[in-house]
């Protein structure tokens, strides 16, 4: 357990054998980076058209159709936020600092991290409703739940570093 004169430490010199947080941390990028690229869900109309939708080209398309507000929402939450989180824990792990700073910062990356997971949702609902229309079917495609598995693992992540640095 961390000592009173050790506050300023790091979580990595207070759990020196302790490589799995940043190792996961890193696999945990690799898999959001590749579920923002991978095709998150299929779109058929009729037998003859079908295109597959990702996340950075869906925030590409939104753009060029004048949907400016929509692209800066998903972009920020689904691809800027979720980086800079992953990014933000491996900092907070290796950088010394005072134990209320680190878990003030750890609590508002816990509660702001749970906004990622709105992007997952709103494909979630699309293809719920889409199922519904006579003229198309709409699949989940694997960017999907590779993208969901990277925004809960940033979850597990979070909550294991707060509870270490309690």
């Known amino acids: 357990l961390p000592m009173a004169g050790a506050s300023a430490k790091s ?4 759990y020196p054998r302790r490589w799995d947080v940043p190792i996961l941390t890193l696999l945990a990028l690799g898999a959001l980076i590749t579920g923002l690229v991978l095709p998150v869900m299929r779109i058929e ?13 869906g925030i590409a398309a939104l753009w060029s159709n004048s949907h400016h507000f929509l692209a800066v929402l998903i972009f920020l939450f689904s691809l800027a936020f979720p980086n800079l989180k992953l990014l933000a824990l ?3 792990w290796f950088t010394p600092m005072e134990h209320g700073a680190r878990r003030r910062a750890l609590h508002w990356l816990g509660a702001l991290g749970k906004w990622s997971m709105l992007d997952v949702f709103v494909v979630a609902l699309t293809i719920v409703l889409s199922t519904t229309s006579a003229f198309g079917d709409v699949s989940p495609r ?3 739940y590779v993208f969901a598995g990277a925004v809960l693992g940033s979850m597990v992540l979070s909550m294991e570093m707060a509870r270490l640095a309690r």
């Open 11 to 14: 979580l990595r010199a207070l």
């Open 142 to 144: 694997a960017g999907l």
């Open 45 to 57: 109309k009729l037998v003859f058209w079908h295109d597959d939708y990702g996340i950075v080209n």
């Open 90 to 92: 491996e900092i907070l």
